[in-house]
DNA sequence: TAGGCCATCTGGTCCT
DNA sequence: AGGACCAGATGGCCTA
C-alpha cells in the first residue's frame, strides 16, 4: 500500500543520527568496523587501566579531565561503531522479513502491486485463506464462493474487505465484518442455493463443451451465475466503495487446488507469479475443465483442479510436522 | 490535523 | 562474545 520499495535507494539512505548507509555500504562499514575494534579495544583497555591507577593514587587527578575526554571519544566512537553494525544487522533482517512478507502478498488473494496490502493486513488475510481452504478441503466439494469470501474477510477492514470484494468483482456489502470481526452476510440469498454448484460427475466432464445449448453446459455455469450475480447486485448499490481493479492484479485470486481466478490482460503477470506448476496452474487446453466463452463478460478465468483432494489427515500430518 | 502504516534506531534478552 | 530476535520509541509519509 504505502510501502516503499526496498530497493529504493533513496529510502536506504534515510534513517536517524545521520546515519547513511546502503546495503553496500553496510558491508563496507562492517569490514572496516571489525579492524578499527582490534585496534580500539587494546587501546580502551590501556586508558581505563592507566585511568584507574591514577584514580586510586589522587581522588584528584590532574589531566583527567582531558584523558577521561580521550577515553570517552575513543569509546564512544567504538560504541558507535558497534550500534551501526547492529543497526545495519536489523535494517537487514527486516528487510528479509518484508521479502518474506512480499512473498506471501503475492500469493494470498487479490495481490496488487499498486495498492499494497498492509503487513497485517497481509498475515490475516493469509490466515484466512489457508483457514478457508481447509474448510474447502474438509468439505470435500467445491466451495461455495461467498462463504469462501466471507471467511476470507474475516476480521479483515474495510478497506482490505473492499479490495477482495473488487478482486471478485462483488458487492462487499455482501459480506460485511461486524464489530467482533465476524463477517455477516447481509440478507441476499447465496446465489449457490439458487445456483448449484455441478455435481462432482459434472465437473469432471474434461472440457464442460460436450454437448448442449450454453444454458445446458454445466460448466459455464459458474460464470454465468458469477456475471448474472455480479449485475444483479451491482446496480443495486451504487455507493458501493469497492475499488475497480483494471489489470493490476496477479494472481487477482489464486484458489489453489480449488479454481483460480485471473484477469485475462494479466496472462504475463499471472504465469510469473503461478509457481506451483502444472499442478495448479491450468494451461489452454491441457486438463481445464472450464473454459471461458469468447462473449463472457464474467472478468475471470476459472480453474478448477482435475486432482481429487488429499485426505484431511495426510495434509494435516504435513501441516503439524 | 489525527490516525494508520512504515522504516529505522535502540537497548534488552536469548541463543550459539 | 557476538549475532539474532524482539519490542518500544521516534519521525516521516499519506489519507480521510
Redesign the pocket.
Known amino acids: 500500500?504505502?510501502?516503499?520499495p526496498?530497493e529504493d535507494p533513496d529510502?536506504?539512505r534515510?534513517?536517524?543520527?545521520g546515519?547513511t548507509?546502503t546495503r553496500q555500504e553496510d558491508a563496507r562499514t562492517l569490514n572496516s568496523a571489525e579492524l578499527k575494534?582490534a585496534e580500539d579495544d587494546n587501546t580502551d583497555r590501556e586508558e581505563e587501566e592507566e585511568e584507574e591507577r591514577e584514580e586510586d593514587e589522587n581522588d584528584h587527578p590532574k589531566k583527567k579531565g582531558a584523558r577521561k575526554k580521550k577515553f570517552s571519544e575513543g569509546r564512544g566512537e567504538r560504541v558507535k561503531v558497534r550500534?551501526?553494525?547492529?543497526?545495519?544487522?536489523?535494517?537487514s533482517?527486516?528487510?528479509g522479513l518484508?521479502d518474506a512478507l512480499e512473498s506471501l502478498r503475492k500469493v494470498v488473494p487479490c495481490y496488487s502491486k499498486t495498492q499494497?496490502l498492509?503487513?497485517?493486513?497481509t498475515l490475516r488475510l493469509a490466515k484466512n485463506y489457508i483457514w478457508a481452504l481447509s474448510e474447502t478441503l474438509s468439505a470435500g466439494k467445491r466451495p461455495d464462493l461467498l462463504a469462501f469470501v466471507q471467511t476470507l474477510c474475516k476480521g479483515l477492514?474495510q478497506p482490505t474487505t473492499n479490495l477482495v470484494a473488487g478482486c471478485l468483482q462483488l458487492n462487499s456489502r455482501n459480506f460485511l465484518t461486524d464489530h467482533n470481526g465476524d463477517v455477516s452476510f447481509s440478507g441476499r440469498p447465496q446465489y449457490d442455493s439458487l445456483y448449484p454448484y455441478p455435481n462432482a460427475a459434472e465437473m469432471a466432464t474434461p472440457t464442460g463443451l460436450s454437448s448442449g445449448t450454453r444454458d445446458s453446459v454445466k460448466p459455464f455455469r459458474p460464470y454465468n451465475y458469477y456475471a448474472s450475480y455480479e449485475s444483479y447486485y451491482d446496480s443495486a448499490s451504487p455507493e458501493s466503495s469497492s475499488p475497480r481493479f483494471e489489470g493490476q492484479m496477479s494472481p487477482p485470486i489464486n484458489y489453489n487446488g480449488i479454481f483460480s481466478l485471473k484477469k485475462h490482460d494479466d496472462q504475463v503477470e499471472y504465469s510469473k507469479n503461478c509457481h506451483y506448476g502444472m499442478r495448479y496452474c491450468n494451461v489452454p487446453g491441457r486438463g481445464s475443465m472450464y473454459r471461458v466463452s469468447p462473449d463472457s463478460h464474467f472478468p475471470y478465468d476459472l480453474h478448477p483442479r482435475s486432482q481429487s483432494f488429499q485426505s484431511q489427515d495426510e495434509l494435516n500430518t504435513g501441516f503439524h510436522n
Not at 500500500?1 to 516503499?4: A, G, H, Q
Not at 534515510?14 to 543520527?17: G, V
Not at 498492509?118 to 493486513?121: L, P, R, V
Open positions: 500500500m504505502l510501502t516503499v526496498f529510502m536506504m534515510e534513517s536517524q543520527f546515519a548507509f575494534e550500534r551501526q553494525e547492529a543497526n545495519a544487522r536489523e535494517r533482517r527486516m528487510h518484508n499494497k498492509s503487513k497485517i493486513e477492514s
